[in-house]
């Protein structure tokens, strides 16, 4: 895993090379210099970038004008509010960010005219602070940040023909004044190392419309520096099992299945939490589970990866499946999907084509990914030089493929949600 990498004597002996850190922090502060001019300056040219990343990200945005969701034929309403739970001990208390998305017409209750249009935004926040701490233990200034108003992703699939995978019929309103579903299958969103709650939003809105109430936290690897765990204290585990306890007590949403899904180190917590009749979706990452009562023998668990993935590459994720998953090749996996198969319980689907394959962050989504090439593109060249581990983003910033990775395996997702959590 990634921690394991930061501990281990070739990381040491990588960093017993720099002499003076402090004349690294300094090297870093002067790359930065521009970022810090831009978030105080309207009128500078990165300032400029930045907007336009964040307002015309994704080619399936929602449209600049409002437009009653009425005057649509065939189309799809998903809901989404943030909110913030607690988690509390014995001296204190953290108030932890979690992003919500969920069918918006469940009843006649919520039975009005949605008006879609330009508010609704996902609040994303890069801390370069919080990046520099977590891979090289720099403590540099807070104010090193910036947030991006992320457009909604809003793709959705046609179930019978997967060759027009691209269909804007899903639009996400805000639910505010929405109600949760009295009950719903739960699906759990589990970021990586330096990952967001942002990072599968992609993927919770495709199920948010097919009945899905998807949940995500901000865990404490989270490039976002919401909130401090400088003790440690506070796990993933604890994170997931309160923002479930707030679902069903405050929100009175009863989980008629769960399932969960991560990506990279998310995968870790895939495997290591709820029970045996969980449904589990691994991105990028193996499915290595630690705790015996978490996962049994009839535990449907989908594993994807990926041939280019060059922070978990597939020589680390193959023994973990070698022996009881049925494997596809992705390029040619999508006769099953045509052919509406049931997919096995246990199955890993591998992107072989080197040539097309994704890398370890083409799996998120790419309102996330073109926020964070337009703002950390600049400390690339300085994080190769001191050899730290940017977990494919030198990749990512060439190929820019997320939506080309979505179209392929969000429909894969999909189908093995919903063969997993509701028709059985």
Request: neutral net charge.
């Amino acid at each position: 895993s990634i921690f394991t990498f930061l501990k281990s004597e070739a990381w040491v002996k990588r960093m017993s090379v720099v002499s003076r850190k402090s004349f690294f922090e300094e090297k870093l502060m002067a790359s930065l210099m521009p970022f810090n001019r831009s978030a105080t300056k309207g009128d500078d040219d990165a300032s400029r970038r930045g907007r336009s990343i964040a307002e015309t990200v994704s080619s399936a945005a929602a449209p600049r004008t409002a437009t009653n969701i009425s005057t649509f034929g065939n189309c799809y309403n998903v809901a989404y509010r943030s909110i913030e739970i607690t988690i509390q001990n014995e001296v204190s208390f953290t108030q932890v960010p979690v992003s919500i998305w969920y069918p918006a017409e469940h009843n006649n209750n919520n039975a009005v005219s949605f008006t879609v249009g330009s508010d609704v935004k996902y609040k994303y926040t890069i801390s370069v602070s919080k990046i520099s701490k977590l891979i090289a233990g720099w403590n540099l200034p807070r104010f090193l940040k910036r947030t991006f108003a992320l457009n909604p992703i809003q793709l959705d699939f046609d179930s019978d023909d997967y060759s027009d995978k691209q269909v804007p019929r899903l639009f996400v309103v805000d639910g505010a004044w929405i109600s949760l579903p009295a009950s719903a299958p739960v699906l759990v969103l589990a970021h990586g190392y330096l990952g967001s709650r942002f990072d599968l939003c992609h993927v919770a809105e495709v199920m948010a419309k097919e009945g899905f109430v998807c949940v995500s936290a901000e865990y404490p690897e989270s490039l976002a520096a919401s909130y401090d765990n400088d003790g440690g204290l506070l796990l993933r585990s604890v994170i997931t099992s309160q923002m479930l306890q707030t679902l069903r007590e405050e929100y009175n949403t009863f989980p008629t299945s769960y399932g969960i899904i991560g990506h990279s180190l998310g995968c870790h917590t895939v495997m290591n939490s709820g029970n045996p009749h969980w449904t589990r979706v691994c991105i990028a990452g193996a499915p290595a589970a630690a705790y015996s009562s978490c996962v049994d023998e009839n535990s449907p668990i989908l594993c994807i990866a990926s041939i280019n993935d060059g922070a978990v590459p597939w020589s680390r994720i193959k023994p973990f499946v070698a022996d009881s998953y049925s494997s596809f090749d992705l390029g040619g996996s999508e006769m099953l999907l045509h052919q509406q198969l049931d997919l096995p319980p246990r199955s890993v689907f591998l992107f072989q084509n080197v040539s097309t394959a994704p890398n370890h962050i083409s799996f998120l989504a790419e309102n996330v990914n073109d926020s964070m090439v337009s703002f950390l593109s600049l400390l690339l060249p300085l994080a190769k030089t001191l050899r730290l581990p940017v977990l494919d983003f030198d990749k990512y910033k060439e190929s820019r493929d997320s939506m080309q990775t979505a179209t392929t395996v969000i429909p894969l997702i999909r189908r093995f949600l919903l063969q997993n959590m509701v028709r059985n």
